[in-house]
């Protein structure tokens, strides 16, 4: 055969007919220098804010050495810069431009935008969006409140455990697989009131799939109060959830005076705005729970 007969073949075998490169097995083509580099990125994610070379090397089982010529790189990229105080090492502005890259590719954030900053400014609280990361949940957007003082350390990007908050409780409420995920365990308690028995959590989890939202009493904060919504998409999947989250003393009674079924509304207003055709009247249903 020849070179170009070879050539072509070879092009066939990347693009053509039934065969989808992305969607080939991809262990054999796995870099374990990039894989390296991925790992200490993530344990800034996962460990972080602020680490030192050391405790990189924790979080990621790489030697001083190897762990050190990698992050000396990343610094020469501006994926990782030097903090303010001692010897830790933080996310540079190369990777917050990246970030920012990937949040304005979210359809869901850039359509919920609007319909979310006017719920804030009715409610004068924090309102925040994310989504479904494995066992957490990871913030995809954060409108602060208007009110002067503000007690949570949510952040955009920030990963929490699911079980343990409004928002994770309506998305795994609606994901079965990760729910079975979830349940197996361990469930962490950040707060003495965190429901961590797996028959308790998936009872709550019923509740909410069946009224349609989550409320988070101090479960991840103890002086913080939270309510959630589901956001669908076009084919109905749940993909993201939005809440109304602030002090215990503002948010309590504020639960019995419609604040469950305005964040409903949104959250269904927001779903509409990306195709899902919303079915139904919107239950005002406001007991306070503790789900």
């Not at 972080?48 to 790489?62: K, R, S």
């Not at 994901?175 to 709550?204: M, Q, S």
Request: charged letters at 20%; aromatic letters at 4%; hydrophobic letters at 45%.
């Amino acid at each position: 055969m020849t070179a170009d007969g070879e050539w072509f073949i070879t092009l066939e075998f990347f693009s053509g007919g039934d065969c989808d490169f992305h969607q080939m097995k991809t262990n054999a083509y796995r870099t374990r220098s990039v894989e390296r580099v991925l790992a200490v990125l993530d344990a800034f994610i996962d460990a972080g804010p602020n680490l030192t070379l050391m405790q990189v090397c924790e979080a990621t089982g790489l030697t001083p050495s190897t762990a050190y010529r990698l992050m000396a790189n990343l610094v020469a990229r501006g994926y990782l810069e030097p903090g303010r105080e001692g010897n830790a090492y933080r996310l540079g502005l190369s990777a917050i431009r990246m970030a920012g890259v990937a949040l304005g590719q979210l359809d869901v954030r850039v359509k919920a935008a609007p319909l979310m900053d006017e719920l804030r400014n009715r409610t004068r609280e924090t309102v925040h969006l994310a989504a479904l990361d494995g066992r957490h949940i990871i913030y995809l957007e954060k409108l602060e409140g208007l009110h002067a003082i503000g007690l949570m350390s949510s952040r955009v990007g920030r990963t929490v455990p699911a079980h343990c908050t409004a928002l994770g409780r309506v998305l795994l409420a609606f994901n079965p697989e990760a729910t079975e995920e979830i349940l197996k365990g361990p469930l962490e308690a950040p707060t003495a009131r965190t429901v961590v028995d797996p028959k308790a959590l998936r009872a709550l989890l019923a509740r909410v799939s069946d009224q349609g939202y989550a409320l988070d009493l101090g479960e991840h904060e103890p002086e913080v109060r939270c309510v959630a919504a589901p956001i669908r998409n076009h084919a109905g999947a749940v993909i993201a959830a939005m809440s109304v989250s602030g002090p215990a003393q503002r948010i309590e009674p504020m639960l019995t005076e419609g604040l469950v079924t305005e964040v409903v509304n949104v959250a269904r207003a927001i779903s509409g705005v990306l195709g899902y055709l919303v079915g139904g009247r919107t239950r005002e249903v406001v007991e306070i729970g503790t789900v």
